[in-house]
């Protein structure tokens, strides 16, 4: 049965040609990822633009209506999009409003498992039964973007952890192609980190957004 929702946008990411959107919902703080019914399950840009053709941005308040929820896995967080009602963009929200929607987990599911470039970065298909959701915002001291031939990584410490992460930020992948970046220190940040599914038998986890404090809003602190 569909319904509208007012997301949290907290992740536009490449995905493919299209991107993949996260949020939480206002209110519960559930995740709500909104898929295509294409097989790549990818937004297009015009299932995402706002009536004034703008781009929907981390941090902003969207009204959209779902028509239904499409769980896959420990993708529990997928619902379907309406194709047919446009997105509307209801304000936006600040640090203090992002740091009450901050979660905490242990880990960023299993670790142990790193790929050429990435630390604790996959996991493999033999253990995902051991995995339940896809999605988690985390707050760092730091952030290190660092490029590797054409791939970018996100490096973090999280709960005494080293993570190197793929990045899908699109802002940061343009900043990189554009100034030729090698390596950038972000100062307090929070992390979209994304779990995607069987990829040649592992399962990645991505950096689908970084929040700087310093380019956010005021509001909080810890």
């Not at 793929?166 to 940061?172: A, E, G, H, L, S």
């Amino acid at each position: 049965m569909g319904r509208r929702v007012q997301l949290v946008c907290l992740a536009n990411s490449r995905k493919g040609g299209d991107r993949c959107i996260a949020g939480m919902e206002l209110g519960t703080k559930n995740w709500i990822r909104p898929i295509s019914r294409r097989f790549s399950e990818a937004v297009s840009e015009v299932e995402r633009r706002y009536s004034d053709g703008a781009e929907p941005r981390v941090l902003d308040v969207v009204s959209m209506r779902l028509s239904g929820t499409k769980p896959d896995g420990f993708q529990c967080e997928n619902w379907l999009l309406d194709p047919v009602v446009q997105w509307e963009r209801e304000g936006r929200i600040n640090w203090g409003e992002l740091c009450r929607l901050e979660q905490r987990p242990s880990g960023l599911w299993i670790n142990g498992y790193h790929s050429w470039g990435g630390v604790n970065n996959k996991i493999p298909t033999t253990r995902e039964d051991e995995v339940s959701d896809s999605l988690n915002l985390i707050r760092v001291d730091s952030v290190d973007i660092k490029r590797v031939e054409s791939k970018l990584f996100a490096h973090f410490e999280y709960m005494g952890t080293d993570y190197a992460l793929n990045v899908t930020d699109p802002r940061y992948e343009e900043t990189a192609t554009a100034g030729g970046l090698a390596r950038r220190r972000l100062g307090e940040s929070f992390i979209t980190v994304s779990l995607g599914k069987d990829w040649h038998g592992y399962l990645y986890k991505f950096a689908a957004a970084i929040i700087e404090r310093k380019n956010t809003d005021s509001g909080g602190g810890r």
